[in-house]
């Protein structure tokens, strides 16, 4: 008798042992998707709205298909899109575009990745020169998508 009770104490230390790890398992599994629910959620999107000089969105729109979105995509930063608003004269000299990030912080390492590229501080002294400027000012705004968005 003594032998069959401790097989059985055996059987059943295998057994809870068994549902034990299944359960943890599963737990884990839902965790992990929770986990990454959530750092979807931390996603944020940055608008550029470029104010350039009278006449030379073109020039701007050309520096960007040309030069400027190869860096940006170079460090990561994932353009949504470009735009060139249409029909609203008060408009006429905006050129903005969309980034998306997965993160704020990742913006930030992205973006501070490219300004310390040697080509993009060639673009920038390039810029500068009065002769050549394009931009009076540009707005940059970080938004986070709602809850509701069907972009996220």
């Not at 059985?8 to 549902?19: E, N, Q």
């Not at 929770?34 to 701007?60: C, W």
């Not at 729109?61 to 735009?83: I, M, N, T």
Request: aromatic share 10%; proline share 5%.
């Amino acid at each position: 008798m003594r032998i069959n009770s401790w097989k059985l104490k055996r059987w059943t230390v295998c057994v809870i042992a068994m549902v034990s790890f299944g359960a943890g398992s599963l737990i884990t599994a839902r965790l992990s998707h929770i986990n990454q629910v959530r750092a979807d959620s931390n996603r944020v999107f940055e608008m550029h709205i470029y104010h350039t000089l009278p006449g030379k969105v073109p020039a701007l729109e050309s520096q960007f298909r040309d030069r400027q979105s190869k860096l940006l995509a170079k460090h990561d930063l994932k353009v949504v899109g470009y735009w060139v608003p249409e029909g609203t004269p008060e408009w006429d000299n905006t050129f903005i575009f969309l980034v998306a990030h997965s993160s704020g912080e990742e913006a930030k390492k992205n973006w501070d990745a490219m300004r310390a590229d040697p080509d993009f501080q060639a673009l920038i002294k390039e810029n500068s020169d009065p002769a050549r400027k394009l931009v009076e000012k540009v707005d940059v705004m970080y938004m986070r998508p709602t809850d509701f968005s069907p972009m996220k």
